[in-house]
């Protein structure tokens, strides 16, 4: 099985930088919500931060480890 779809632990300098993160976007769609009407666009705004930092957070896990092997 290629390394890339097989299940990622991270170590914990990994885990550190992956909660910093989370709670970055966290604040983020706090401030969105705040300061955006409830209305398509901020919806949209919600839906791309979400895969912002699945994408981001992604990224941290697959940089513990070589994951671009066969």
């Not at 666009?41 to 957070?57: V, Y």
């Not at 697959?62 to 671009?68: C, K, T």
Request: net charge negative; glycine share 2%; with cysteine.
């Amino acid at each position: 099985m290629r390394k890339v779809y097989e299940q990622h632990n991270p170590s914990k300098e990994a885990l550190e930088r992956i909660n910093y993160l989370r709670q970055a976007f966290s604040d983020m769609h706090d401030l969105i919500e705040a300061s955006t009407p409830d209305c398509r666009e901020r919806s949209i705004a919600f839906t791309n931060l979400e895969q912002a930092a699945m994408w981001a957070i992604k990224a941290v896990a697959h940089s513990s480890g070589d994951m671009h092997q066969k």
